[in-house]
């Protein structure tokens, strides 16, 4: 059975940076993509990065481009999320997630997903 286990995240001022990493243990693993998510108290969870595996191509919400960068180490089962310019409007529980059993679904729907992690907090103040 496969996990995922979120770190790296944290208190930090706006205009900083943090990587969050996404590290899955448990084999075999395989994935067809992977994503990050967050959510924010009082509201819905939404997808900001995917990657895909194979080619490795990415997609970005559009209220994080130019400021995160969704990348991958596979040699390390790690996910990577690098995160510069922190907004205060990015505080938010951050989740990784694997898509491991292939659906046809966009990179943004939940439902896409089959694992999750438990999440790693970041706190972004003015």
């Known amino acids: 059975q496969v996990q995922l286990v979120e770190s790296g995240g944290g208190s930090v001022q706006a205009g900083g940076s943090l990587r969050l990493s996404c590290t899955a243990s448990g084999s075999p693993y395989s994935y067809y993509s992977m994503a990050w998510f967050r959510q924010a108290p009082g509201k819905e969870r939404e997808a900001v990065a995917a990657?895909?595996?194979?080619?490795?191509?990415?997609n970005y919400a559009d209220s994080v481009k130019g400021r995160f960068t969704i990348s991958q180490d596979n040699a390390k089962n790690t996910l990577f999320l690098q995160i510069d310019s922190l907004k205060p409007e990015d505080t938010a529980m951050y989740y990784c997630?694997?898509?491991?059993?292939?659906?046809?679904?966009?990179?943004?729907?939940?439902?896409?997903?089959?694992?999750w992690g438990q999440g790693t907090q970041v706190t972004v103040s003015s």
């Open positions: 997630a694997a898509e491991r059993v292939r659906r046809p679904r966009t990179w943004r729907d939940i439902s896409r997903y089959d694992v």
């Open positions: 990657i895909y595996n194979g080619g490795g191509s990415t």
